[in-house]
C-alpha cells in the first residue's frame, strides 16, 4: 500500500511539474536561442549596435531636452571652458579658474571654429559623440563582463544605454524641467563642460584598477593612474574618487601596482599645479580663504586648507535626501535595491564592492554635503554626475544575489576573465596615456600667459568670455547715435544682445602675481558698487540710442539662452564704440 501511494503521489506531483514547466519553457526556450544567438556573434558587431544604441538614446534627449540650436543649458560654466580652450589654441595660458584637461581636448577644435562656442557646439557634440561615449561604452561592458560574464555584460550594456530614457518616469513630471533640459544634456555630453568627460575618465580608471588587481598587470596599474589623474586636471573634484581605488589595492594587497599607479598619477598634479600657477600667479589651494573667484590680485600665501573645499553638512545631505523623497515616486525601494546590489558584489569579489561602493560613497559624502549641490534647483545630480557608474553597477549587481543564478554569473566572470590585449594594443594606450598627461606640460612650460584683452571675466555672471571679437559701428547724428554690428548667431541659433552704454570703459586689464593680465568687464560697478545695466536687450543687429550729452562708451555683449529669451549665458563681448554728444 505504501508503495503504491508513493508511486501515485510521484505521478501527481510530476504531472503538475510538466503542467508547470511546459508554459515556463515555450517562453524561456526563445529567450535562450536569441542569448545563444547573441554570444555567437562577434564581439565588436553587439559593441557596435550598443553605441548606436546610445548615440539613439542621445539623438531623443537632445531633440526632446529645451534648446536652442545647438546650445543646451549649461548653467554658464561652459563659457569658461570654450573661452579657455580657444585662448589655449591660439598659443597663450588663459586665467587658470578652472582646470586644464577637457580645455587641452577642446583647444584644437576652438583655434579653427573660432572664439563663438555657437559655431564651436557642433564639433564638441562630435568629439563626445565619438570619442568619448565609445571609450564609456567599452568601460562599461569591461566592468560589468569582470562582474557576471559576456552575457550579463551585453544586457548590463544595453540597459546603460537606454537608463536616461527609462530614468525620466522615476521622477515625478514637476522635476522633468530640471532633469531633462537641465541635468541630462551634461551627462550625454551635449554641452562643453568638464562633467562628461569627468565620468569617461573615472569609468577607464575603474576598469584598469579592476584589472590590475585581477591580473597584478603593471600596465593596467600605469593606465589606471593615469586616467585617474586626468579626470583630477578635468576637475580637481575628482580628487575625492581617489579613496576608493586606494582601499582596494590596500584590500587585495597590490602594493607594487599602487606605487606604479601613484608614478602614473603625478604628472597630473604637476601639470596642474604648473596651469594653476602660470595662469594665475597662485597655487590655490594654498592660499587663505580671502581668495574670491575671479580676483585680481593673489590673496597672501598660507598652509594648505582642505576645510575650503570640504565642509561636511549632514543636515544638507538629509534635506537632499527628502527632496529626492518628494520629487520621485519611491526613494527607499532604489536605496534598498542599492544596498542590496552592493551586497551582491561584495559575495562576487569584496575588492569589487570596496571600489565600487568607495567610489559612489565618497562622492555622495563630500558631494551631497555640499551647500552648493541641490536637489531642488537641479545641481546635486550635476555635481554627482561622476558617480553616476557606480550607482548604475550598484543596481544591476543585484542579480547576484539570485540563487543558482548569481554563482553561475559569477563562476562564468571568473572563467572568462577580462579580454586580452596585444602587445601592440597595450603600447598604444600607454602611448596615449602619455600624451595627455606630457603634452599639456610641455604646452604650459613653451606657452605664455595670456597678455592682450582677447578674454575678459564678468563680474556679474562669474562667465569668462572672448572680448573684442567682433566691431561696434556708432554713427552719431545730432543727439542720436546709430549702432550697428555683425550678427553673431547662425539660422538656427537665435542671439540676444545687450548694449552697455556708460561715461567710462567698464572693460579693464589688470596684471597678476604671474606673468599675464587678467580682463574684466565690471557689470557692478567698482566705484559707486551698483549693477551696470544695458541700455538695450535686442534680438536684433543695431540699436539706436538718444543718450544725454557727454562723452558716451558703448560694448554688445551677445548672449544666448537655451529657452530663446533675450537673456543668457554671455558668449561674446564686442569692441568699444565712443561718441561725443553735444548738449
Known amino acids: 500500500m505504501r508503495a503504491g501511494r508513493s508511486t501515485a503521489s510521484e505521478a501527481l506531483r510530476g504531472a503538475l511539474d510538466a503542467g508547470l514547466a511546459l508554459p515556463w519553457e515555450r517562453l524561456w526556450r526563445p529567450v535562450q536561442r536569441a542569448g545563444a544567438w547573441v554570444l555567437a556573434l562577434p564581439l565588436w558587431s553587439v559593441l557596435v549596435v550598443l553605441l548606436l544604441a546610445q548615440w539613439a538614446v542621445v539623438l531623443i534627449i537632445a531633440a526632446v531636452a529645451q534648446h536652442n540650436g545647438v546650445y543646451y543649458y549649461t548653467g554658464g560654466d561652459a563659457t569658461w571652458y570654450w573661452t579657455s580652450a580657444w585662448v589655449l589654441g591660439h598659443g597663450s595660458i588663459p586665467h587658470a579658474a578652472i582646470s586644464e584637461g577637457y580645455v587641452f581636448l577642446l583647444a584644437p577644435l576652438a583655434h579653427f571654429a573660432g572664439p563663438s562656442m555657437i559655431a564651436g557646439l557642433p564639433f564638441v557634440i562630435a568629439l563626445n559623440m565619438l570619442v568619448l561615449w565609445p571609450i564609456a561604452l567599452l568601460a562599461v561592458y569591461g566592468i560589468t563582463k569582470a562582474i557576471g560574464g559576456r552575457g550579463f555584460a551585453y544586457l548590463a550594456t544595453l540597459l546603460w544605454t537606454i537608463f536616461p530614457l527609462i530614468s525620466i518616469p522615476y521622477f515625478y513630471e514637476r522635476y522633468h524641467v530640471r532633469l531633462i533640459d537641465q541635468n541630462l544634456p551634461s551627462a550625454l555630453g551635449l554641452i562643453a563642460t568638464g562633467d562628461f568627460p569627468s565620468l569617461v575618465a573615472l569609468l577607464v580608471a575603474a576598469y584598469f584598477a579592476l584589472r590590475t588587481i585581477s591580473e597584478r598587470s603593471p600596465q593596467s596599474a600605469l593606465i589606471a593612474g593615469a586616467a585617474a589623474g586626468f579626470a583630477v586636471t578635468v576637475k580637481p573634484a575628482n580628487l575625492i574618487f581617489l579613496p576608493a581605488p586606494i582601499a582596494a589595492f590596500v584590500v587585495a594587497r597590490r602594493g607594487r601596482e599602487l606605487l606604479l599607479a601613484a608614478a602614473a598619477f603625478a604628472p597630473a598634479l604637476g601639470g596642474l599645479a604648473l596651469w594653476k600657477y602660470r595662469g594665475l600667479g597662485y597655487l590655490p589651494a594654498f592660499h587663505t580663504a580671502a581668495l574670491a573667484a575671479g580676483a585680481l590680485t593673489p590673496p597672501p600665501v598660507g598652509t594648505l586648507e582642505l576645510h575650503r573645499y570640504i565642509h561636511l553638512d549632514w543636515h544638507h545631505l538629509w534635506v537632499n535626501y527628502l527632496y529626492v523623497r518628494e520629487y520621485t515616486w519611491s526613494v527607499r525601494m532604489v536605496t534598498w535595491v542599492l544596498v542590496a546590489g552592493i551586497v551582491g558584489l561584495a559575495r562576487r569579489s569584496v575588492v569589487t564592492a570596496v571600489l565600487l ?227
Open 357 to 583: 561602493g568607495g567610489w559612489l560613497t565618497c562622492f555622495v559624502v563630500l558631494k551631497g554635503t555640499s551647500a552648493a549641490a541641490n536637489v531642488s534647483d537641479g545641481s546635486f545630480f550635476r555635481y554627482l554626475e561622476p558617480a553616476f557608474p557606480p550607482f548604475f553597477f550598484g543596481l544591476v549587481a543585484i542579480v547576484l544575489l539570485v540563487p543558482i543564478v548569481g554563482r553561475r554569473l559569477v563562476a562564468r566572470a571568473r572563467a572568462e576573465g577580462f579580454a586580452p590585449i596585444s602587445r601592440r594594443g597595450w603600447t598604444a594606450l600607454l602611448a596615449v596615456a602619455a600624451a595627455a598627461l606630457v603634452v599639456p606640460l610641455v604646452a604650459l612650460a613653451a606657452f605664455h600667459p595670456l597678455a592682450k584683452p582677447q578674454a575678459a571675466g564678468l563680474s556679474l555672471y562669474d562667465q569668462y568670455v572672448p572680448a573684442n571679437t567682433f566691431g561696434l559701428t556708432a554713427i552719431q547724428r545730432g543727439k542720436v547715435v546709430h549702432l550697428a554690428w555683425p550678427g553673431q548667431g547662425t539660422r538656427r541659433t537665435l542671439v540676444s544682445y545687450k548694449v552697455f552704454r556708460e561715461p567710462r570703459d567698464e572693460f579693464s586689464c589688470t596684471r597678476q602675481g604671474a606673468p599675464g593680465t587678467f580682463c574684466s568687464f565690471f557689470l557692478i560697478d567698482p566705484v559707486t558698487e551698483t549693477y551696470v545695466i544695458p541700455v538695450s536687450t535686442t534680438f536684433r543687429r543695431g540699436f539706436v540710442d538718444r543718450p544725454p550729452p557727454g562723452t558716451w562708451i558703448y560694448r554688445v555683449l551677445a548672449t544666448v539662452s537655451p529657452a530663446r529669451q533675450p537673456a543668457g549665458d554671455s558668449i561674446l563681448l564686442s569692441r568699444a564704440a565712443k561718441v561725443d554728444v553735444k548738449g
